[in-house]
């Protein structure tokens, strides 16, 4: 199951945790946008882009 932009869209501006499992990829920081297939996220390394067909979980990092 592919997750939908507009599951995605309503945790624009929060702290998240992007995980695509078993491609080893984890991205810690806020959402910022999100656009056809690709979550732009603002990390403490700067701005990732990351591939919204690969996402297998979001999770809401607490303040």
Do not use: H, R
């Not at 869209?9 to 656009?35: E, L, M, P, Q, R």
């Not at 996402?55 to 990092?61: G, P």
């Amino acid at each position: 199951m592919i997750m939908t932009n507009e599951v995605i869209k309503k945790y624009i501006g929060k702290n998240c945790k992007i995980s695509t499992g078993s491609f080893g990829t984890t991205v810690i920081g806020k959402i910022i946008d999100v656009n056809e297939n690709w979550i732009e996220v603002e990390t403490n390394k700067g701005n990732e882009l990351v591939n919204a067909d690969f996402v297998q979980s979001i999770k809401i990092k607490s303040s």
